[in-house]
């Protein structure tokens, strides 16, 4: 009985404790007006993540003016107040074991026109809004030093973070487009932003999901988004030149140099840069928006049912060279480009256009010593007994990879009238690749010869690409009823030739037992021409339910000959190697229709309905 009482009043005194060590986080506060000093009833009250502005908590003011926000986590976090007609109010404040509540007070807010009426007013920047599913960022509630990029004050952002290389990450997700007072600025290579634009110049960050063309113009989310950021300058930076010069030399000949040149006037914008170095630095960017090519070729059947033929070049033991520089060996790289964008005619015709042109060559060894142990192992080839045998390989290699490459894109945008719109859009690009690798590696077992490889790769690649589309718009004085029609040319073109020379000797007892030749010539053409046109029509049912009906054509037309020769002279190579050979050629055609039914209400979206496809192909 006394070991029962006593294991019950341990078991409540753990209980208590572990009552004890739970805490309730919350912040609370009254709202009131500074001049007439009522209480304001339903002001919103939210609570945001101040690490990356994700919404924890919000409520509305009762009649008395209080508000009072339970159950939130330990952290730090952005108090953000708003009223129709008065300013916004924000502060920050953090919850822990040491303050588990936060009381704000009386918080006085203050109506917008007296705000706007008085020649000074003193207190801190909003630093955040969220309007819809747009956070818009105010650069100037963050600390700007001189000479700062615009990719340095993304850095201090909530939510945002940029590693060395320039690349950008927003609530998780990769952001693949940096606009500049929305418009395209050197295509989509963000860095090219982010390392160009001035801090100071940043009137406005915004952060959201772009949605595709289609679903921008009919208001109806086809569910394609891209996380993007736009930079909204200040008025006062968008008249005026900037430009920056930088060269720097250091020990074992590495130097680097960077210029660039910015003319923004009115509703044009003008840039250049240029980059040339050793040191690692590959330019601003040097990210290739083509993701064409795969390293073999791949048949797959699509959602619709149509049939994709992907065809790359490399492959059957020769290297290709993507232009990437991944922190190994020597890289001297020369880039270049020029950005122009214009608006005129009342804003109705939008031109922008960047041409962007670089070289990279890497060269570097490579030196390598592995062992592997295997207990009581038999090496029968050697002749050895039973026992711990050690297999030791040393390799070296040597290379030398290099890439040129130019791409030209336009874009070209005209409103017909206030219901039509026309754009065209054009980008080429043209690329050249070499690559020479040299490996020798040996194998030695327990001391003794193994084998031993030598091994001669040489490749050259050409590559031609070019996609063209028109996308016309039609909006009818019904609100929601509209029509679009896109149309779309994709042409990619590939040849590569290279050569395979390698000997393997094995060994027996020290003795050369067995030796394998390879000497062949491989070659690889690819072509691929994909047209496709779309058309959808919306038509609004009521006010949260539309209906969309699209048909779409493809044709495709695709062919890959990849030939490998073997040689049966000196430098020549005239019999065919049936094994290692193969010809493709791909003809579809696709017709899809369908029809589609969206409910919207608020920020929640529904979408049901079908779509029938017959492909046909040979």
């Given at each position: 009985?006394?070991t ?12 208590f ?17 500074t001049t ?25 003011v ?8 339970n ?5 730090k976090?952005l ?22 509540s ?24 909003t630093a955040i809004?969220?309007?819809g ?11 700007i ?6 990719e340095?004050l ?41 390392k ?8 406005k ?5 772009k949605?595709?063309?289609q ?6 989310d ?32 590495y ?13 044009e ?13 590959t ?30 070049g ?47 060559q ?15 192992t ?25 890439m ?53 790769v ?5 590559e ?9 718009t ?5 609100k ?7 149309v ?12 395979l ?8 007892k020290?003795?050369?037992?067995n ?9 690889l ?19 949260l ?6 048909y ?24 065919l ?8 050629k ?18 929640n ?14």
């Amino acid at each position: 009985m006394k070991t029962f009482i006593l294991a019950l009043t341990l078991l409540c005194l753990c209980t208590f404790y572990s009552y004890g060590q739970t805490a309730t986080y919350s912040v609370k506060g009254v709202i009131a007006d500074t001049t007439e000093k009522v209480n304001l009833a339903g002001t919103t009250v939210t609570v945001i993540n101040a690490k990356d502005s994700i919404l924890r908590a919000f409520t509305w003011v009762g009649a008395d003016g209080s508000f009072n926000i339970n159950k939130l986590n330990k952290g730090k976090y952005l108090l953000l107040v708003s009223y129709p007609g008065y300013a916004d109010y924000t502060d920050d404040f953090t919850l822990d074991s040491v303050k588990t509540s936060v009381d704000f007070g009386k918080i006085a807010m203050i109506l917008k026109s007296r705000l706007l009426a008085d020649v000074l007013v003193k207190g801190e920047v909003t630093a955040i809004k969220i309007k819809g599913d747009t956070t818009e960022f105010n650069a100037r509630a963050y600390k700007i030093q001189p000479n700062d990029k615009v990719e340095d004050l993304l850095r201090q952002l909530p939510g945002i973070e940029v590693d060395k290389d320039g690349k950008i990450t927003a609530q998780g997700q990769t952001v693949n487009k940096v606009l500049v007072d929305g418009e395209e600025f050197f295509g989509d290579d963000p860095t090219l932003v982010t390392k160009n634009i001035r801090a100071d110049m940043v009137d406005k960050v915004q952060l959201y999901d772009k949605k595709s063309d289609q679903a921008t113009f009919t208001g109806i989310d086809d569910g394609v988004k891209d996380k993007t950021i736009n930079i909204k300058l200040k008025a006062d930076k968008k008249n005026g030149y900037f430009g920056k010069a930088n060269a720097g030399v250091g020990t074992d000949g590495y130097y680097e140099g960077q210029l660039l040149y910015n003319k923004f006037k009115a509703n044009e914008k003008f840039s250049v840069y240029g980059t040339l170095g050793n040191d690692g630095k590959t330019g601003l960017g040097w990210e290739d928006a083509q993701k064409a090519g795969l390293s073999s070729n791949n048949v797959q059947v699509g959602d619709d049912g149509g049939v994709s033929m992907y065809f790359g070049g490399g492959g059957d033991d020769l290297d290709s060279f993507d232009g990437r520089y991944n922190g190994q060996g020597l890289p001297l790289a020369r880039t270049g480009g020029l950005h122009y964008d214009s608006k005129w005619n009342s804003d109705k015709q939008t031109l922008n256009t960047n041409y962007k042109i670089g070289s990279i060559q890497v060269d570097g060894t490579n030196d390598n010593i592995v062992q592997q142990n295997f207990p009581d192992t038999t090496i029968s080839s050697l002749g050895k007994a039973a026992g711990d045998s050690i297999i030791r390989t040393t390799s070296h290699q040597d290379y030398h990879k290099y890439m040129f490459r130019q791409k030209l894109d336009v874009m070209y945008q005209i409103k017909l009238d206030t219901t039509q719109t026309l754009k065209f859009s054009v980008d080429g690009t043209d690329k050249h690749s070499d690559v020479f690798e040299n490996n020798l590696s040996t194998s030695y077992v327990n001391g003794d010869t193994l084998n031993n490889n030598r091994r001669q790769v040489t490749n050259h690649v050409n590559e031609k690409v070019f996609d063209g589309s028109v996308f016309y718009t039609k909006k009818f004085k019904k609100k929601g009823r509209t029509f679009s029609w896109f149309v779309g040319e994709a042409y990619n073109q590939s040849d590569s030739k290279g050569y395979l020379k390698a000997r393997t000797d094995f060994y027996k007892k020290d003795t050369i037992n067995n030796t394998q030749i390879t000497d062949q010539l491989k070659t690889l053409n690819t072509k691929s021409s994909v047209l496709s046109s779309n058309m959808t029509y919306t038509e609004p049912l009521s006010k949260l339910f539309s209906l969309i009906v699209n048909y779409g054509l493809s044709i495709d037309h695709g062919t890959s000959d990849r030939r490998t020769y073997d040689s049966t002279a000196v430098n020549q190579y005239n019999r065919l190697n049936d094994t290692l050979s193969n010809n493709y050629k791909l003809n579809e055609m696709s017709n899809q229709v369908g029809a589609i039914f969206n409910y919207k209400k608020d920020k929640n979206t529904f979408n049901f309905g079908t779509k029938v496809a017959d492909v046909s192909y040979t």
